[in-house]
């Protein structure tokens, strides 16, 4: 009788303990299944990781007189100042080109550049034109917006206030 009872006790342990492991591989599976799943890239709108070679960069379909070549190191900021020595040229370049993602520049890419929309006249005047205040005309002809205080100092007599300038106002430079 006492070996009846054990053979009872050992089966009933060892039922018990295969299927306490079946349970704990299911349940591991299933951990591993969901963790493999959630596994991948996280997609961001308006970045894509795709690299795009030199060869497959759209060239503009007009031809552009000012054209830069990017090199290792290269940055739109560092190319604005070098270029037009104003560092925030940076954002008419990225959208000259249309540049998604200005940080995204590739060894051998065109950059098609525009000329300096803001020029002063051979007699050292300036007209104003819509849209142009005294910081952007100061930081487009000297790469200094702090300049516009000079600006404003030779042309008082024209400027009451700084904030409001005319277009058509033609203003002499210092």
């Known amino acids: 009788m006492i070996l009846k009872i054990l053979n009872e006790n050992s089966r009933e342990d060892l039922v018990s303990m295969v299927l306490g492991l079946v349970i704990v591989g299911a349940v591991v599976g299933l951990v591993f ?15 894509s990781n795709q690299l795009v070679s030199p060869t497959e960069v759209e060239t503009p379909k007009e031809s552009k007189t000012n054209l830069y070549i990017i090199k290792k ?32 520049l590739i060894i051998g890419q065109e950059l098609s550049l525009l000329p ?9 005047e300036y007209v104003v034109k819509s849209g142009d205040s005294l910081w952007k005309i100061s930081i487009n002809l000297y790469g200094d917006g702090f300049k516009w205080v000079d600006i404003w100092n030779q042309n008082k007599g024209l400027i009451i206030n700084p904030n409001l ?10």
Request: hydrophobic share 40%.
């Open 116 to 124: 300096l929309e803001l020029s002063p006249t051979s007699s050292g």
């Open 165 to 174: 300038i005319e277009i058509g106002t033609k203003l002499a430079l210092p």
């Open 33 to 47: 299944n969901f963790i493999q799943k959630r596994k991948g890239n996280i997609s961001v709108p308006g970045i």
């Open 73 to 104: 190191g290269d940055s739109l900021w560092d190319i604005s100042v070098n270029i037009y020595g104003n560092g925030y040229k940076w954002v008419e370049i990225a959208k000259e080109n249309n540049l998604v993602n200005a940080d995204l």
